[in-house]
């Protein structure tokens, strides 16, 4: 009798996690990015395995996967949408040189936004660098696809993209675990210019080399059975792919389906012989309509965005209204949620003892502009701080400031960046600006970790992904190294000190670099301090306390109050207090 199959709930990124050890990866590398960060974080579980490691940024990430793989190694990068963007100059000439162990490129878009900046459609990388898309519906999926993706890779010396979606990453349900296989490969890089130095002599063959691959794999992607027909009523046929076909299956459950797992190259055949099947296509996509075109460019008529949005996340309600809207009928009724009235609102705002509060309060005395940047620090934007007026991308912070300032910018210009972000890609922005003559001002809050994505290390933590000790780089030696003289260390939770180091910076005639260092206490798991009491007797209901923006001072009452369950002791709010109405309080008072 066999034996039956192991199967565990998990999540679409600890499958694909899982996917990697399976298919015998042993190179493993990526930079942390909501909703693609957990699938690295799984990955080092089987560190004894897989090498693997946070780079600084995903260009390096990606670069150095890329080498492995073209030494035989299997390997995977991960990433992002928006970090594909910084990965996309290797990502289009890997495309040529191609790959000798298997490749594959974890990217996780944010349809909806729910922690990103924009909501691109990563799918457009797939056809722009001419390499095989997988696009898996659930946790399942995420892990087997993830094995042909690295089988079609190795297949056609090609790197392949497994695209994500945060409900897919974040989601869970159940995946038959299987052994490894180990890549019967030998690692080692063999010499051979024409096909690793795309010099445009070589380079002009390799061109050749892709669109006959792109010709061999859309054939294969035809017979794929990764790319399946499931024929129920035909008057109406649906093509559709990733967590879109889940929602078509609950919405349209008579519907017939052309599922498409391997989803480019496009299998025009089997589109066609599906849309040839059925009275009337609707194509159901989420972000682009990028199917929806390819289909109408095959003079295949069809319909899709008149009734499905591209814009924000699809769900099942949103698929209800499309289908309403095409049979005619009276849009569902849409149900409304009660929440209570005593609920207070809650503005997104930095955590209770946030360091970086510090250095916003401090810059709020001055009339400057601020450029920011991603990061637990863009929280400073909102009221009461309002301190961040612009942002564009990892590393912005610093390039825009001097952008700012060369365009002639009445105001001090202050460029604000986190220390992962200054390892990402904020080096070079503090090189232009020592390199061009700038004069902005420069501040790295430094907490000694990725906070927004959840405390990941990077180069500047002495802590390596695999738990080893290692190197913790100096940002401010590095500051000095790009050439600005004036670099300085505030301690963030001394105002009087914080506020003096900004202020003589912002009147210097030269660029400056301020390190703002002070660990998060998330991080630390520990207060920072001990606990803040308001008098209410000394109290004057000035309210200056809630110029903090501090979560843990409730201004709803009377007077302001301080949450001790919620204060990490940070002091900020009895230095600001005027009237010496803040103390410390030990704990068995309370």
Not at 11 to 29: D, K, L
Request: net charge neutral; proline share 5%; with cysteine.
């Amino acid at each position: 009798m066999a034996a039956r199959a192991q199967k565990q709930l998990m999540s679409g990124n600890e499958a694909i996690a899982r996917g990697s050890y399976e298919s015998g990866v042993t190179f493993a590398s990526g930079y942390p990015g909501t909703p693609s960060t957990e699938i690295l974080e799984n990955v080092v579980k089987y560190k004894n395995d897989i090498y693997c490691e946070w780079s600084p940024n995903e260009k390096v990430a990606f670069e150095a996967a890329a080498a492995a793989s073209c030494a035989g190694a299997r390997s995977i990068v991960t990433m992002k949408h928006v970090g594909l963007n910084v990965a996309a100059d290797p990502l289009m000439t890997l495309s040529y040189i191609g790959v000798e162990g298997g490749f594959v490129i974890c990217v996780a878009d944010d349809p909806g936004m729910h922690s990103s900046q924009n909501e691109q459609d990563s799918r457009q990388y797939a056809r722009f660098a001419k390499i095989p898309l997988f696009e898996p519906s659930d946790s399942s999926e995420a892990k087997e696809f993830l094995i042909k993706a690295m089988e079609i890779s190795e297949k056609y010396k090609t790197p392949a993209m497994l695209r994500s979606t945060t409900r897919i990453s974040h989601s869970c349900s159940l995946v038959e675990i299987a052994e490894r296989k180990e890549n019967p490969k030998k690692i080692a890089f063999e010499k051979n210019p024409q096909r690793f130095v795309p010099v445009p002599i070589y380079g002009r063959e390799m061109r050749k080399n892709v669109e006959q691959r792109l010709k061999d794999m859309a054939d294969e992607a035809c017979e794929s059975e990764l790319n399946r027909i499931e024929w129920r009523d035909k008057s109406l046929g649906i093509i559709s792919c990733s967590i879109a076909y889940q929602y078509v299956r609950e919405v349209w459950p008579d519907a017939s389906v052309l599922k498409l797992g391997f989803s480019y190259p496009f299998p025009d055949k089997l589109i066609r012989e599906f849309a040839a099947g059925v009275k009337k296509v609707l194509v159901v996509e989420e972000l682009d309509d990028i199917l929806e075109e390819h289909i109408r460019a095959m003079d295949i008529k069809c319909l899709g965005r008149e009734f499905v949005p591209g814009i924000g996340e699809l769900s099942i309600s949103t698929l209800q209204k499309s289908r309403a809207k095409m049979e005619g009928k009276e849009l569902p009724q849409e149900k409304i949620l009660k929440y209570s009235d005593q609920l207070p609102a809650r503005p997104p705002v930095l955590c209770p003892g946030c360091p970086h509060r510090g250095i916003f309060f401090a810059l709020a005395k001055h009339d400057v502009v601020v450029t920011g940047d991603i990061g637990c620090y863009s929280l400073g934007t909102f009221k009461p701080l309002n301190r961040l007026d612009i942002i564009l991308c990892m590393g912005g912070g610093i390039s825009m400031a001097h952008g700012l300032d060369k365009a002639g910018e009445k105001k001090k210009v202050v460029g604000i960046v986190g220390d992962s972000t200054f390892f990402h890609s904020g080096i070079t922005g503090l090189l232009d600006i020592a390199y061009n003559k700038g004069k902005s001002t420069i501040i790295v809050v430094d907490n000694r970790t990725t906070a927004m994505t959840g405390h990941q290390d990077h180069p500047g933590t002495g802590r390596t992904l695999m738990g080893e000790k290692t190197k913790a780089i100096s940002i401010q030696e590095i500051g000095k190294a790009c050439g600005i003289e004036r670099v300085v260390t505030v301690y963030p939770y001394d105002m009087e000190k914080t506020q003096k180091a900004i202020d003589d910076e912002l009147n210097a005639d030269e660029p400056s670099l301020i390190v703002s260092y002070a660990p998060c206490p998330l991080r630390e798991r520990k207060r920072v301090g001990q606990i803040r009491l308001i008098d209410a007797k000394l109290c004057k209901n000035c309210k200056m306390c809630l110029k903090l923006g501090c979560p843990a001072i409730n201004g709803a009452g009377e007077k302001p109050v301080i949450d001790n369950l919620m204060c990490s002791g940070c002091g900020l709010c009895q230095q600001v207090c005027p009237f010496d109405a803040i103390s410390t309080v030990e704990e068995e008072q309370l």
